[in-house]
């Protein structure tokens, strides 16, 4: 048995024992306060290390060399047809994340795009961490199954998947191609994954969606339009942004022969698939980020249509859409303008005519 008793007077702790024989133990007052001193220095020491720690990370910049930082700009490429066009049944990014310097697959910061090639009688998955997800059909026909159930689709449709915790699964009863856009690239970059479904799967039928074309084509005053399309809307932004989904935007946009579609600009980046354009170089977008002094754009960059490619344009570029064909073309822009929509930052403008007091008008 071991007691602990304590005589103040003479500042001494006793320590007596029963069994064995008691000993006791004497500590001057300058013994009892040294191990205090040392746990303060560990304590001191260890909450230093701390806070070096949380400001290893901290930078501390200049206000006006640093608040429009030298960063990798979207490029002007091309994704060719011929991707899709013969191989076996695959995915086939369009993986621009190494001209951008971003470490995970990206056609622009907030999307990636892709080709899906499928064989006739063949299937294949696709999955991404993505509040949405965006799926044309090139060519061919076939169903997809996710959680939501089937789809079967054919040439023009295009759907809109929420996001899921199980892949979806693309059957093909003929040879396909599919365009497949979708948002996993933000949420890569924000470090989050999707806990709710903002949307229902929708679905856009090709023959819908060309009526709805032919319909404004008859419209007064359709043909002095900055374009001739239409936008693909869904229940749940009616109320707000109008967009395909919250994060995604699509147009279908229809360009008359001999047409040329004055330019416009807005700060979401586009991802342009061409649906149908004549072979040859009659058809084209012509992109830049100044005007000339007619509203045009100035020494710009050309980017031919081909039928089942797509390009992209990046963000705050002037961009003209110019057929010098006899048949209409068609172009079909996937852009993450939901997102831009809802924060009031899309800042889309068109050029206007030389004889206008402004360069370009704001919508």
């Avoid at 230093?48 to 429009?68: C, F, G, M």
């Avoid at 090639?117 to 997809?144: C, H, K, L, M, W």
């Avoid at 856009?204 to 709805?212: D, G, N």
């Avoid at 010098?324 to 303008?337: G, N, R």
């Amino acid at each position: 048995m071991t007691t602990l008793t304590s005589t103040s007077s003479l500042g001494l702790h006793e320590i007596e024992r029963a069994d064995p024989p008691a000993k006791r133990l004497k500590l001057s007052e300058q013994d009892e306060v040294r191990p205090l001193l040392v746990s303060n220095s560990c304590f001191t020491w260890f909450f230093l290390q701390k806070v070096a720690e949380l400001e290893e990370d901290s930078r501390i910049y200049e206000y006006t060399s640093a608040a429009n930082p030298n960063m990798s700009q979207v490029p002007v490429f091309a994704h060719d047809a011929s991707l899709h066009e013969s191989g076996p049944t695959r995915i086939i990014p369009f993986d621009l994340s190494r001209h951008m310097q971003i470490d995970y697959p990206a056609s622009s910061p907030n999307l990636i795009a892709s080709f899906i090639r499928i064989n006739p009688n063949e299937d294949i998955q696709t999955e991404a961490v993505a509040t949405s997800q965006a799926f044309y059909i090139i060519r061919g026909s076939g169903r997809t199954v996710t959680e939501d159930g089937e789809i079967t689709w054919s040439r023009g449709d295009l759907f809109v998947i929420p996001a899921f915790d199980t892949p979806a699964t693309h059957y093909a009863t003929e040879d396909t191609a599919i365009y497949w856009v979708h948002d996993q690239p933000l949420l890569t970059y924000l470090g989050v994954q999707p806990n709710k479904r903002r949307f229902k799967t929708t679905l856009f039928r090709r023959e819908r969606l060309l009526a709805e074309v032919e319909r404004i084509k008859h419209q007064p005053g359709a043909e002095h339009r900055n374009r001739m399309g239409i936008l693909l809307g869904n229940k749940i932004t009616e109320d707000s942004t109008k967009t395909l989904t919250h994060t995604l935007w699509s147009l279908l946009n229809i360009l008359p022969p001999g047409d040329a579609q004055r330019p416009h600009r807005h700060n979401s980046v586009a991802l342009d698939l061409c649906v149908f354009a004549e072979s040859g170089d009659k058809i084209y977008t012509l992109m830049g980020p100044e005007l000339d002094e007619q509203g045009w754009v100035k020494n710009p960059i050309k980017c031919l249509w081909k039928t089942g490619a797509c390009f992209t344009t990046p963000p705050g570029w002037w961009h003209s859409h110019h057929n010098e064909s006899d048949k209409p073309a068609w172009v079909l822009p996937m852009q993450d303008a939901g997102l831009y929509t809802y924060q009031r930052t899309l800042d889309i403008r068109f050029s206007e005519e030389p004889n206008s007091s402004k360069e370009s008008k704001e919508l």
